[in-house]
């Protein structure tokens, strides 16, 4: 257990050092994305009743900076220490697959939710935001968080430059994310686009996110609670399996 | 000599390993065993397959087939306590930019399943002169710095094997000095030394045992004495003012080489009767000696002979 503390440690300190770079820039953008969306579509798009277009924004906003932040700190993290060398550190002492997995997705976790944190506490203000299910939203933060710190382990172990970690981030995880319904509710898209959106995994976690505020969502929570669950458990089995073989790590 | 060292249970033990990167064979079924309490080395030529060979005791690589166990424990099906054994120096020089060098030192003790460890962390720095320098961030060190770094780093479980893959490429003299008077202590201490190097001197003041790998293969192991007593016993250099070596003495020419350029020569003699009848050969062929010397073959000779043999 000690190896596995040090190495969720190391990994916590290590996007700490850098806090500026990887908590309050995500934040500044994602108040930018606010202000700017917010300000513009406020008067013009009406999701659910009751429910203002800011506030309606807020929730996939939070979750799409705890998405993108644990993607990026496990990914990031992985092929930087493969880039510099300095992998042989973790890979020489006796850790296991799991306490790799698990110090790695659960500091992207952490990071994914002091990002989103950040975000809800300077966006709230401009919104009158309900908590009809705080468990929900809980559940759909963390599982999310850990969804994404698994896709970055991936990604991270399969690169072998930034550039093609870049192309992962930019051609699979950014749209992804932009098109899970963070600016708008699937049910204002055309059917068949909002067919397509159902084949999303991201949009699941942004729509029951979502419900734990306003307890209105395209889907059920628990359908939704169901399918996230079920891609985190093949998305984890694919991680550990990678690490168990060494695969691109011990070659 | 190679039973006495096998009848306890081996520090490492490599059974026929075989490794292959697409048309390269690196090793074409690999045997050793080395003692406990060992000083080992480990030489060849770059490409020859140490470090190939070094990445699979430690775990950063995987044999394609064959066996490793260190201390009896098997590199891959009891990963876990084959690595509590090992201390490696890698060869390149890594360094996470984001730590100092006693955090650094921490996080590997940690890694390793160890808590409050810094009495044996501040031995360790006393000892690689790190001590100054213990909160300064490793991005700012020199390379020698960086280089004690990962040696510290290697050490701090106190691993009964310690593998050193040419850690003084590089090096200043002090460095290697510090270094070489630790882990010799840790060595008389009982921990078992691998090293490599392309410094032959440096081996064969500090190995008792010696294995040399030629393109993926074992083609010398044995102790550091024997194989310098077997390979040759003395040698001649001579240098010549004028003329040319005759053909005759050719074949005891111990370095290649040096048919290729200059005119000074190393030759092979076995007893010292068989100096006279080489200068008649030199007079006969009409070469004028300018200086002359009668010395020890080294390791280097050896190596240097045993790589220059046709397989």
């Known amino acids: 257990m000690i190896g596995f503390q040090t190495l969720f440690y190391k990994e916590i300190l290590r996007f700490w050092k850098v806090a500026t770079q990887t908590i309050t820039a995500p934040i500044m953008t994602a108040m930018l994305y606010l202000l700017i969306f917010g300000h513009v579509l406020e008067e013009h798009v009406k999701v659910y009743d009751r429910i203002s277009y800011t506030a309606f924004l807020i929730p996939g906003l939070v979750m799409m900076s705890v998405l993108q932040n644990a993607f990026a700190n496990s990914s990031s993290s992985l092929i930087q220490s493969k880039i510099t060398g300095n992998l042989v550190f973790v890979l020489l002492p006796p850790l296991s697959h799991w306490e790799l997995f698990g110090a790695y997705v659960l500091a992207a976790v952490v990071r994914g939710l002091a990002v989103g944190a950040g975000v809800f506490i300077i966006t709230a203000w401009f919104a009158d935001l309900s908590f009809v299910a705080p468990w929900w939203i809980a559940v759909f933060a963390v599982l999310g968080a850990a969804m994404l710190g698994t896709m970055g382990l991936i990604a991270g172990i399969w690169a072998e430059k930034f550039d093609q970690l870049a192309a992962f981030q930019n051609f699979l995880i950014m749209p992804a994310t932009f098109l899970a319904g963070v600016f708008y509710s699937i049910h204002s898209l055309p059917p068949f686009w909002q067919t397509v959106s159902r084949f999303n995994p991201f949009f699941y976690m942004i729509d029951g996110f979502r419900y734990g505020f306003f307890g209105q969502s395209d889907v059920d929570p628990v359908t939704s609670f169901a399918i996230v669950g079920i891609f985190f458990m093949l998305l984890a089995g694919f991680a550990i399996h990678l690490l168990r073989t060494g695969y691109k790590l011990r070659h | ?311």
Not at chain 2, 273 to 290: K, S
């Open chain 2, 1 to 311: 000599m190679q039973e006495a060292y096998t009848a306890i249970m081996a520090a490492i033990q490599i059974t026929n390993v075989k490794k292959r990167y697409k048309s390269v064979q690196a090793l074409a079924g690999v045997s050793l065993s080395i003692g406990q309490g060992e000083f080992f080395g480990l030489l060849g030529p770059n490409g020859a397959g140490k470090t190939t060979l070094i990445s699979i005791i430690a775990g950063l690589n995987r044999a394609d087939s064959g066996n490793v166990s260190i201390h009896g424990h098997d590199v891959v099906s009891d990963y876990r306590q084959a690595r509590r054994m090992l201390g490696v120096v890698p060869q390149e020089l890594v360094f996470d930019p984001f730590f100092t060098v006693r955090e650094t030192l921490r996080m590997q003790s940690g890694y390793f399943g160890l808590k409050n460890n810094d009495a044996w962390i501040d031995e360790v720095m006393h000892n690689l002169d790190l001590t100054s320098k213990a909160d300064a961030n490793t991005r700012t060190l020199s390379g020698g710095m960086k280089r004690r770094v990962l040696v510290a780093q290697a050490l701090v479980h106190k691993p009964p094997v310690i593998v050193l893959d040419e850690p003084t490429a590089g090096v200043d003299v002090e460095l290697r000095q510090t270094l070489w008077q630790f882990i010799g202590r840790l060595n008389r201490e009982g921990h078992t030394v691998v090293l490599t190097t392309h410094y032959l001197e440096e081996a064969q003041a500090l190995c008792n045992r010696v294995a040399m790998l030629k393109a993926g293969q074992v083609v010398a192991l044995d102790t550091t004495a024997a194989l310098i007593k077997r390979i040759s016993g003395s040698q001649l250099v001579v240098s010549l003012a004028q003329g040319h070596l005759p053909d005759s003495l050719k074949p005891l020419v111990t370095r290649p080489e040096e048919l290729l350029a200059g005119n000074k020569y190393t030759l092979r003699v076995n007893d010292y009767v068989e100096v006279e009848p080489i200068l008649a050969r030199l007079r006969e062929a009409g070469a004028r000696i300018e200086d002359m010397q009668l010395q020890q073959a080294d390791l280097e000779d050896v190596f240097l002979q045993i790589m220059g043999e046709e397989k």
